[in-house]
């Protein structure tokens, strides 16, 4: 298994990665270009694009931005409306795991940037159905998350008629270096279904056996080309054109806004996905069970690039993290009304069984050096401590009614 000797990606990593010859990644390649780029001059091409989308009969909204209760969001919104005085329509859809820290961060967010807000959330029981179908097929409980947070902007976008959509960092670009800064990559149909849905558009899910028809996905189906193509909408994303940073911009929102914090259970990331029981908890889980690595594997990688901590550091941390079990499968079973071994059953089918294998006691246990998740399982080094990690910021939990401990399918927020 070859892993990059800068960062800590494998070469499986599921958006497809190269090495050099040095042994160093295309994600870390492509970082490199964030000291060599002038930020400046990016920063009044955004103003450029930005202008050319603004709404000047005051009768529309100038642009589009997807938000959740985590995630960017907030530095988003920051940027557009307070620093480029964009009058943005914020779009949420609800991925229904939602947390209580995730819903008061949505709810602050609607109240600190005064905007304009809409809500998609598609019947429960369809999402049920199409998740009992994407976990069996795909061996995915996140299909319908992702199918809905990319489609549902691009369907407001037609049809309120607004053109510029504009979400924050591509992740091909970000983690592996799927495309350079300098290509300018925009959001494509293409990408969507490719990596985002692995594949498998709403239309692919309809099938008899899990009785899914047109009608349990049309939320999910993303708009007619011809459409997109008459309105002329265009997606972009704000990592080509500022210099991104997760982690410090999170600290500025958290300083500026009162963003909430949350400890996570897979991973040393306070601040990413903290709106959901399952990205980095039970979904991430699956990730180890498909390919060997998990989300902390993604927050060290991402977080050595920006110096924020040393190799040997991260891989302390994936040590730490990556076996533990997932905290909320009860939660996810209950609300999925699967029992524990149907889940596992079905799981198991996607189990990648090059880098698994059953030893004595019929438990799966990984295979030493086959993965990433394997090859920890040899590592015996400590960290050196040469740079002191700093933790991520934790905030006081705010007054919520919303229950603490299961999905909050609509939430009040703050009291
Ligand atoms: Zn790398």
């Given at each position: 298994?070859?892993?990059?000797?800068?960062?800590?990606?494998?070469e499986?990593h599921?958006?497809?990665?190269?090495f050099?010859?040095?042994?160093?990644?295309?994600?870390?390649?492509?970082?490199?270009?964030?000291?060599?780029?002038?930020?400046n001059e990016?920063?009044?091409?955004?103003?450029?694009?930005?202008?050319?989308?603004?709404?000047?009969?005051?009768?529309?909204?100038?642009c589009?931005?997807?938000?959740?209760?985590?995630?960017?969001?907030?530095?988003?919104?920051?940027?557009?409306?307070?620093?480029?005085n964009?009058?943005?329509?914020?779009v949420t859809?609800?991925?229904?795991?939602?947390t209580s820290?995730?819903?008061?961060?949505?709810?602050?967010?609607?109240?600190?940037?005064?905007?304009?807000?809409?809500n998609?959330?598609?019947?429960?029981h369809?999402?049920?159905?199409?998740?009992?179908s994407?976990?069996?097929?795909?061996?995915?409980?996140?299909?319908?998350?992702?199918?809905?947070?990319?489609?549902?902007?691009?369907?407001m976008?037609?049809?309120?008629?607004?053109p510029?959509?504009i979400?924050?960092?591509?992740?091909?670009?970000?983690?592996?270096?799927?495309?350079?800064?300098?290509?300018?990559?925009?959001m494509t149909?293409?990408?969507?279904?490719?990596?985002d849905?692995?594949?498998?558009?709403a239309?692919?899910?309809?099938?008899?056996?899990?009785?899914?028809?047109?009608?349990?996905?049309?939320?999910?189906?993303?708009?007619?080309?011809?459409?997109?193509?008459?309105?002329?909408?265009?997606?972009?994303?704000?990592?080509?054109?500022?210099?991104w940073?997760?982690?410090?911009?999170?600290?500025?929102m958290?300083?500026?806004?009162?963003?909430?914090?949350?400890?996570?259970?897979r991973?040393?990331?306070?601040?990413?996905?903290?709106?959901c029981?399952?990205?980095?908890?039970l979904?991430?889980?699956?990730?180890?069970?498909?390919?060997?690595?998990?989300k902390?594997?993604?927050?060290?990688?991402?977080?050595?690039?920006?110096?924020?901590?040393?190799?040997?550091?991260?891989?302390?941390?994936?040590k730490?993290?990556f076996?533990?079990?997932?905290?909320?499968?009860?939660?996810f079973?209950?609300?999925?009304?699967?029992?524990?071994?149907?889940?596992?059953?079905?799981?198991?089918?996607h189990?990648?069984?090059?880098?698994?294998f059953?030893?004595?006691?019929?438990?799966?246990?990984?295979?030493p050096?086959?993965?990433?998740?394997?090859?920890?399982?040899?590592?015996?080094?400590?960290?050196?401590?040469?740079?002191?990690?700093?933790?991520?910021?934790?905030?006081?939990k705010?007054?919520?009614?919303?229950?603490?401990?299961?999905?909050?399918?609509?939430?009040k927020?703050?009291?």
């Amino acid at each position: 298994m070859r892993i990059c000797r800068r960062c800590l990606y494998p070469e499986n990593h599921a958006l497809n990665i190269i090495f050099d010859n040095e042994g160093i990644c295309s994600g870390c390649r492509v970082h490199e270009e964030k000291d060599k780029i002038d930020w400046n001059e990016r920063a009044l091409r955004l103003k450029r694009v930005l202008d050319i989308y603004r709404n000047r009969s005051g009768r529309n909204y100038d642009c589009i931005i997807p938000v959740s209760g985590a995630k960017d969001s907030y530095f988003i919104v920051h940027v557009i409306k307070n620093i480029y005085n964009m009058n943005p329509l914020l779009v949420t859809y609800n991925k229904q795991y939602n947390t209580s820290v995730g819903i008061r961060n949505l709810a602050n967010l609607r109240i600190k940037f005064n905007c304009d807000i809409m809500n998609l959330t598609v019947n429960p029981h369809h999402v049920k159905k199409i998740t009992r179908s994407t976990l069996r097929r795909f061996g995915s409980i996140y299909w319908h998350c992702i199918a809905g947070q990319t489609v549902y902007p691009v369907q407001m976008a037609v049809k309120l008629k607004i053109p510029l959509i504009i979400f924050g960092a591509h992740q091909g670009l970000d983690q592996v270096g799927m495309f350079s800064h300098f290509d300018e990559v925009e959001m494509t149909r293409k990408y969507r279904k490719e990596h985002d849905l692995m594949g498998f558009e709403a239309e692919d899910l309809i099938n008899d056996f899990d009785e899914i028809s047109i009608e349990n996905v049309q939320p999910y189906i993303y708009p007619d080309n011809l459409e997109i193509e008459r309105i002329g909408i265009r997606g972009i994303y704000l990592n080509n054109y500022l210099r991104w940073d997760s982690r410090t911009q999170h600290e500025q929102m958290i300083k500026k806004y009162g963003y909430e914090t949350s400890r996570q259970n897979r991973t040393f990331d306070h601040y990413n996905d903290i709106d959901c029981w399952n990205y980095s908890d039970l979904h991430d889980y699956i990730k180890l069970i498909k390919f060997g690595y998990s989300k902390v594997i993604d927050h060290a990688s991402r977080d050595i690039r920006l110096n924020l901590m040393t190799r040997d550091q991260g891989i302390q941390m994936a040590k730490k993290y990556f076996k533990r079990p997932p905290e909320n499968i009860n939660l996810f079973l209950e609300w999925l009304g699967i029992t524990e071994n149907s889940f596992y059953y079905l799981i198991d089918q996607h189990r990648n069984k090059d880098i698994w294998f059953r030893n004595e006691n019929w438990e799966w246990e990984l295979k030493p050096n086959k993965s990433w998740a394997g090859n920890l399982l040899l590592d015996n080094s400590t960290s050196s401590e040469t740079v002191k990690f700093k933790e991520f910021i934790l905030t006081e939990k705010k007054n919520s009614l919303d229950p603490q401990n299961k999905y909050i399918l609509i939430g009040k927020g703050l009291i």
